[in-house]
């Protein structure tokens, strides 16, 4: 049974006046009229898409492209010049870093007022609240005043709000990016929650990472349209290729094809799969041991270097994901030739094809080299089961 839509954006318009040097006083304006001289920027320009019940996507493009203002404009913190925008259910949103919350009330007050703005009433707030304290781990400062809250405490503030309204639809705009990296990895968890559940998720990022992980679909915005949209790992690819070319990057970066993106600043060179017996393989049994290999090389020291890995099946389902930063290591510093491993112990995977991608990305996300299908491999087993994971268990009566 196919999903109902739960967001229809139909012909979406948007403009803005921008000033060149508008007075701040009634006597500036009133002697120096020339000053209120504006041109109209057209920011969004027909923009039309639709969400179904569950699905996730995000949307991409470069700073000032419009899709922040998209965002807003779902919010209903804007409203279009023409077109229509429906959304069915109640919107939960973290748009701008503690928007709606009073500097001097504490933090419990603001949770009472901002989840009243979401729609709940108090006694759903009074059943909710130990949730949400607890999720922002401000137990010590939740009866301090907001204003006395660094970013961090107020990106956790907001977030566990945000997540604990039962939203059919939750927006998002960079908000993953705030914090530090052991609670934007539990917001990123609790988000794959709510997306289990059947919330629909439309998030704003330039970490194109984050987006393949969550969402089934990027939506491209590229000078107030739609340039392309489609699966995160066919459309990330042509973007990146798209950007390094308009920025005149160096020449690693023109040479982007469908299957690498990234700055070009490191290379990945070779991949390989190491089993049991220490052997180079593509083909290893359920529940046996897997080293993933990885040699790269680089033109210059990068200090805040995140490796990741991805498993996939070869219909695009995503098995796995994980980086060095998830995991709670810390950054690396490379230069010149080097490696790095990965090793499973117990490769769960039921039979069939996969395929791994390999990445090099800076601390907050951006692309050095993403090498898409990098290796294929294969498993096998003699046991039935169904699904795609074999799960370790006992039975017993």
Not at 208 to 226: A, F, H, T, V
Not at 246 to 274: C, F, Q, W, Y
Request: proline residues 2%; negative net charge; charged residues 25%.
């Amino acid at each position: 049974m196919e999903q109902e839509d739960v967001i229809v954006v139909s012909g979406v318009k948007k403009k803005f006046k921008v000033f060149y040097d508008k007075g701040q006083s009634f006597k500036e304006r009133l002697l120096f009229k020339n000053r209120s001289h504006y041109e109209e920027r057209v920011v969004l320009k027909d923009i039309s898409f639709t969400v179904k019940k569950g699905e996730a996507i995000g949307l991409i493009g470069h700073n000032g492209c419009g899709k922040s203002t998209m965002l807003k404009l779902m919010t209903r913190i804007l409203y279009p010049d023409a077109g229509k925008i429906e959304i069915k259910g109640r919107v939960s949103s973290l748009i701008e870093l503690g928007a709606g919350f009073h500097p001097d009330m504490s933090g419990r007050e603001n949770i009472y007022t901002n989840a009243s703005i979401f729609g709940l009433n108090k006694k759903e707030i009074d059943r909710r609240i130990g949730t949400i304290i607890k999720f922002s781990e401000l137990e010590e400062f939740i009866d301090n005043p907001v204003r006395t809250y660094s970013s961090g405490m107020y990106m956790r503030l907001a977030f566990s709000v945000a997540i604990n309204v039962d939203a059919d639809v939750l927006l998002i705009d960079e908000i993953l990016a705030v914090g530090d990296a052991n609670f934007q990895a539990k917001c990123f968890n609790r988000l794959q929650e709510i997306k289990a559940r059947g919330t629909t998720i439309v998030i704003v990022s330039h970490a194109l990472g984050q987006i393949e992980q969550i969402c089934e679909r990027s939506i491209w915005i590229n000078d107030g349209k739609i340039r392309a949209e489609g699966n995160p790992r066919d459309i990330h690819p042509i973007y990146m290729e798209f950007m390094g070319n308009n920025m005149h990057e160096s020449p690693a970066v023109a040479a982007v094809n469908e299957d690498r993106h990234g700055s070009g600043a490191a290379r990945i060179t070779e991949v390989k799969l190491i089993d049991s017996e220490n052997n180079e393989n593509e083909v290893f049994s359920t529940g046996s041991k897997m080293v993933i290999h990885v040699d790269y090389t680089c033109d210059t020291e990068i200090k805040d270097a995140v490796f990741g890995i991805g498993i996939y099946k070869t219909d695009g389902l995503h098995c796995y994901g994980t980086n060095t930063k998830t995991d709670r290591l810390p950054e690396f510093t490379i230069d010149g030739n080097g490696s790095f491993e990965m090793s499973v112990d117990k490769l769960n995977l039921l039979p069939g094809e996969y395929t791994i991608d390999i990445s090099i990305e800076t601390g907050d996300g951006v692309p050095i080299d993403h090498y898409k299908s990098a290796k294929k491999f294969v498993t096998f087993s003699s046991i039935s089961d169904s699904g795609n994971y074999r799960l370790d268990h006992e039975w017993k009566r």
